[in-house]
């Protein structure tokens, strides 16, 4: 999950399946200046794009509906993918043998250029280093 | 003691009944945890018959997480460290269930002070436990409300306040905005967040245009119901028609009127849903803010994503019409 030259992912997935907070935070992205945001709002339109895009960064909302992300955080966790949670839950059951930073909702601007451009993800504490 | 014998029996007995007949739960208990003495009050609350409840020992009806405790504070209560201790803890009743108690244990001493055994009292409090339980799921699940609004808010401020917009004018859309985000909140509140009704959706979200001017809107359409979701997006959206339609459309001039109707179609297996706000005798328009500004964006992109369908503006030369299409299985809620 390294990111040595910390730079700006080009292919970023959202995991949402609030609309309009998924419109944000592709408006959001993209004017960081990340090439490509796709969104997902359920889990299965989720996991079929994980399978067919090569993503390098994701931001999963953790509750969808009925449903909830834990799939998707294990494709990209297979895939060598970043990603991190974001939920207005604690971080209860992102405890399920996966780990990655989570964000609480509202997120904020700077979290947010913080994550994506993150050195190195540290998966036993959910910890995010920086170079710098 | 200096008692007559009559009176001495007279008060050992007050002090039986006291004993049997108490509201809580009672027990004198050795310091090993066998049961000398229970009254019915305890029998009633554990589910075993005295002679049963003599046979064993606290320890077998604590629930295991609880026994230590219990077991360190009876310690501490037999070295005469403390004088009592009291505790919640877990019973297993006879049926297998767990009861929640409070109990308070204090000591019986011989003449000489030596610890004899333990008298304890024994309050059910299950359901108070089960009370708190309630509140604390009430209060995570509020909590997670509040979080999720604040977001919601978040994104409205952050499309409504663009670099090139006037400041004055998106504050007061802003304000406009939380002011139908409230709305609906209010009316998801009274149907206790269950959902809500798409008419009364759309009623709350008209009512304040509706002061101005009742006989130019038509409202019609069958019961369906929302998510909370779908009816805060909706009402959102309806506000943002609204106003557009006040400022630049129908409602700006003084013939203009707007109907605003849904139905639910059904259609083999599955129910269409059409929700249509149409402008007649109003100027051509289109959404002032261009597309990326939140009404458009809201209209185009959110409310039919919330929806799973598809949406509409069309730019009329009698007015603005926008028609939402959600397909859902048959009698679902959107």
Redo the contacts between chains.
């Keep these: 999950m390294a990111n040595p030259q910390n730079l700006l992912p080009e292919k970023v997935l959202i995991v949402e ?8 935070l592709q ?2 992205l993209e004017t960081l200046g990340v090439r490509q945001v796709s969104h997902a ?1 359920t889990l299965a339109d989720a996991l079929d794009l994980v399978a067919r895009e090569p993503f390098d960064f994701a931001f999963l909302d953790i509750n969808l509906g009925k449903e909830n992300s834990i799939p998707v955080a294990r494709a990209l966790a297979d895939r060598d993918i970043r990603f991190v949670f974001a939920s ?2 604690d971080a209860k059951f992102v405890a399920e043998g996966i780990s990655a930073p989570l964000l ?4 904020g601007l700077d979290e947010i250029r913080t994550v994506l451009t993150a050195s190195d993800f540290d998966t036993q504490s959910g910890r995010i280093s920086r170079i710098g | 003691m200096l008692h007559q014998r009559g009176v001495f029996h007279q008060e050992a007995g007050l002090i039986d009944a006291t004993f049997e007949n108490a509201a809580v739960g009672m027990a004198h208990v050795s310091f090993q945890g066998r049961w000398l003495r229970v009254n019915e009050k305890l029998l009633d609350i554990v589910g075993y018959s005295r002679e049963e409840l003599l046979q064993i020992t606290f320890q077998d009806i604590t629930h295991p997480d609880d026994l230590d405790a219990d077991l360190e504070q009876l310690d501490a209560l037999i070295k005469g460290d403390i004088p009592a201790y009291t505790m919640e803890k877990r019973y297993f009743h006879k049926d297998g269930g767990l009861i929640w108690i409070n109990l308070t244990v204090g000591l019986q001493r011989d003449e000489d002070g030596e610890p004899l055994f333990c008298i304890s009292a024994i309050e059910d409090i299950t359901e108070r436990k089960a009370n708190e339980e309630r509140l604390r799921v009430l209060v995570d699940e509020l909590n ?1 409300r509040v ?2 609004t ?7 401020a ?2 409504s306040f663009r670099k090139d917009e006037p400041i004055a004018d998106a504050r007061a859309e802003f304000t406009s905005r939380l002011h139908a985000l409230s709305g609906a909140h209010d009316l998801l509140t009274e149907e206790k967040w269950m959902g809500a009704d798409i008419m009364s959706v759309v009623d709350r979200a008209l009512r304040a245009f509706r002061l101005a001017d009742e006989t130019r809107f038509h409202v019609a359409g069958p019961r369906i119901r929302l998510s909370p ?1 779908a009816a805060l ?1 909706l009402a959102m959206a309806v506000n943002e028609l609204a106003t557009n339609a006040v400022k630049y459309g129908a409602l700006s001039v003084p013939d203009g009127s707007v109907q605003i109707a849904w139905g639910r179609f059904g259609k083999e297996g599955v129910d269409e849903i059409v929700f249509k706000w149409i402008e007649s005798n109003g100027p051509e328009v289109s959404m002032p803010d261009g597309s990326g500004g939140f009404g458009s ?2 209209l185009e ?3 039919p ?2 929806f ?1 369908g598809e949406a509409e503006l069309e730019y009329a030369p009698t007015g603005l019409r926008y028609t939402l299409t959600a397909i859902r299985p048959r009698s679902a809620d959107i």
């Design positions: 399946d609030e609309f309009m907070l998924a419109v944000m408006d959001i709002a207005g839950y609480r909702k509202p997120l | 997670h979080k999720n604040l977001a919601t808010v978040q994104a409205i952050h499309m979701r997006t964006t809201l992109r959110i409310l994503g919330d799973q």
